[in-house]
């Protein structure tokens, strides 16, 4: 038996015919040539539809988590933002030695920071709301406006402030003596 020539499997590809027999040798088709002839068909093997599907629910197993965010997702991720712009004022202030002004308004639900130079004001995402926030010299406000200075010095007194979406709480604690932040779960004083 002699192997399938180049000629043989050309005529293959072009016409489409695949006979066990080729049409000028007869040739055994061979293993390759039988591929061609079930690809030329328009045919998928079962191990190509199982490779296929196992690529798509892989795939859909990695983009699909970030659709479905959970409640305490929500509320961690606005945590950090919140106390990023904190510590952020915080390091402008000192490094500046300029006055920033943080605010929190918790009757649209806004929060944001204003010096001379810049203002910025940010809305909580998707029905999170402030549930309060803690200055010592001001008491607990859950309504209104609450702003807090930090001076050349950072501010005069700690800062707690609690977020709320549904059941989850969340705590956000500023330390006024050396700037750092915790994020707690749960109501915290």
Same mark, same amino acid.
Request: hydrophobic content about 40%; aromatic content about 8%; proline content about 4%.
């Given at each position: 038996?002699?192997?399938?020539?180049?000629? %043989?499997?050309? /005529?293959?590809? /072009?016409? =489409?015919?695949?006979? @066990?027999?080729?049409?000028?040798?007869?040739?055994? !088709?061979?293993?390759?040539?039988?591929?061609?002839?079930?690809? +030329?068909?328009?045919?998928?093997?079962?191990?190509?539809?199982?490779?296929?599907?196992?690529?798509?629910?892989?795939?859909?197993?990695?983009?699909?988590?970030?659709?479905?965010?959970? @409640?305490?997702? &929500? &509320?961690? +991720? @606005?945590?950090?933002?919140?106390?990023?712009?904190? #510590?952020?004022?915080? %390091?402008?202030?000192?490094? #500046?030695?300029?006055?920033?002004?943080?605010?929190?308004? !918790? %009757?649209?639900?806004?929060? =944001?920071?204003?010096?001379? #130079?810049?203002?910025?004001?940010?809305?909580?995402?998707? %029905?999170?709301?402030? /549930?309060?926030?803690?200055?010592?010299?001001? =008491? =607990? &406000? +859950?309504?209104? @406006?609450? +702003?807090?200075?930090?001076?050349?010095?950072?501010?005069?007194?700690?800062?707690?402030?609690?977020?709320?979406?549904?059941?989850?709480?969340?705590?956000?604690?500023?330390?006024?003596?050396?700037?750092?932040?915790? &994020?707690?779960?749960?109501?915290?004083?």
């Amino acid at each position: 038996m002699a192997p399938p020539t180049v000629k %043989d499997m050309m /005529q293959i590809l /072009q016409t =489409g015919i695949c006979n @066990e027999r080729s049409n000028r040798t007869n040739v055994i !088709l061979s293993n390759v040539q039988k591929a061609l002839c079930n690809f +030329s068909r328009g045919g998928f093997t079962l191990l190509e539809l199982i490779v296929v599907l196992f690529i798509i629910s892989l795939s859909l197993s990695l983009v699909m988590p970030s659709f479905w965010r959970s @409640e305490t997702d &929500i &509320i961690k +991720s @606005e945590a950090r933002h919140i106390s990023h712009t904190l #510590r952020y004022v915080y %390091d402008e202030a000192i490094g #500046r030695k300029q006055t920033y002004l943080f605010s929190v308004n !918790l %009757d649209n639900e806004t929060w =944001g920071y204003k010096s001379e #130079r810049e203002q910025r004001t940010f809305t909580p995402q998707e %029905d999170l709301e402030i /549930q309060d926030i803690i200055v010592p010299s001001l =008491g =607990g &406000i +859950s309504t209104g @406006e609450v +702003s807090v200075e930090f001076g050349p010095m950072g501010p005069e007194e700690p800062i707690i402030i609690h977020l709320q979406k549904r059941k989850s709480v969340y705590t956000i604690m500023l330390n006024h003596l050396n700037g750092r932040i915790k &994020i707690l779960e749960g109501y915290k004083l």
